[in-house]
């Protein structure tokens, strides 16, 4: 299944731990590492860095950032989804340093990366942490890549729940394409299918909402309708994937039906469509942990080269086709490719 893949992890995500019996877990990660190993490929440790402040300011505001400095061996909630143990903000520093270590290490000549950091980050704001967020990792990948040389940075959002902190990170931004699948009506409430950016940046946001139950084969017309297409005609020079796996059919937070197989065929079908793009993939949620493995697993396989695919058997339910519908329309606007 090709060369060995880079792999960023370190104990202290360990330590971003609840007293209660919160989802967002130290279980999920091993779930996830268990996934990694049971998927046979081989890996390269990449150290996980502090990332220096000079480089969270690039995604989060200076105010922000101070008022995380005083949350350093603290426990609470900062809202009713998120909290803080003493070392969440020590571990949040060294998720975004490993994740912006994986988009440096990418662009600068590596093909394949993992992530496995917590907290996670794609809900994060610019000046706020919410949906189990503290800093936005992936965002912090792309400041990395973009640190090391590269300028056109793709970012599809596979978790169940919109990545509404990427989003608005880039909303005005042409040369980041961020591109999202998730369940609609659903929490954040954004990623609705007219949102595609503003200004200079309209058009690079794709968003495409799916109704509930949505499936392997739902998702794979997905992937080859309008995700696809658009990653073809914007041309990356990375691409990096925000990994949840709550789209998972038995994950407890939502309400999706993908499958290992599935999750495979995505990353599958997202390699293919970058071409020569080299490709990293940043854990987000997943709280099944059964399922979290088992699709970590099928996915790292995909990664390192294992192709997968979904042949689509059965003709999509009505509501499903008219989400892709809705979507392929909104993304026909600026990507003339899309079907």
Request: hydrophobic share 45%; proline share 6%.
């Amino acid at each position: 299944m090709g060369d060995a893949i880079l792999l960023v992890d370190d104990a202290l995500f360990d330590e971003h731990a609840p007293t209660s019996n919160h989802p967002e877990r130290p279980a999920r990660l091993h779930a996830a590492r268990s996934g990694v190993r049971r998927s046979g490929v081989a890996t390269r440790p990449l150290e996980a860095k502090d990332a220096p402040r000079s480089l969270l300011e690039t995604v989060h505001a200076p105010a922000y950032l101070d008022a995380l400095e005083e949350l350093r061996g603290v426990r609470g909630m900062l809202d009713p989804d998120t909290y803080v143990a003493p070392r969440s903000v020590d571990a949040a520093v060294r998720a975004a340093g490993g994740a912006a270590s994986l988009g440096e290490a990418l662009a600068r000549g590596e093909r394949r990366g993992i992530a496995l950091v917590r907290p996670p980050g794609h809900h994060a704001e610019r000046d706020h942490a919410m949906g189990f967020c503290l800093l936005n990792n992936v965002a912090l990948a792309v400041e990395g890549a973009r640190r090391a040389g590269k300028k056109k940075i793709a970012v599809v959002d596979i978790d169940v729940h919109h990545g509404n902190g990427t989003q608005a990170t880039y909303w005005r931004d042409p040369d980041v394409l961020y591109a999202s699948t998730h369940q609609w009506p659903f929490y954040p409430g954004t990623g609705n299918a007219d949102e595609r950016g503003e200004g200079p940046g309209e058009g690079a946001t794709v968003n495409v909402p799916l109704s509930a139950q949505a499936g392997d084969d739902v998702y794979a017309e997905a992937m080859r309708r309008v995700i696809a297409p658009v990653l073809r005609a914007f041309a990356a020079d990375v691409l990096l994937i925000s990994g949840g796996f709550d789209a998972f059919e038995g994950d407890p937070l939502a309400m999706m039906q993908l499958t290992p197989r599935g999750y495979a065929a995505i990353v599958s079908a997202l390699a293919e469509a970058a071409g020569s793009a080299p490709i990293g993939l940043v854990l987000e949620g997943g709280y099944d942990l059964a399922g979290l493995e088992a699709c970590v697993e099928a996915s790292t396989r995909a990664l390192a080269g294992d192709p997968k695919s979904i042949h689509v058997e059965r003709a999509i339910g009505k509501v499903h086709a008219r989400d892709l519908d809705r979507a392929a329309a909104a993304a026909a606007r600026s990507w003339p490719g899309v079907a």
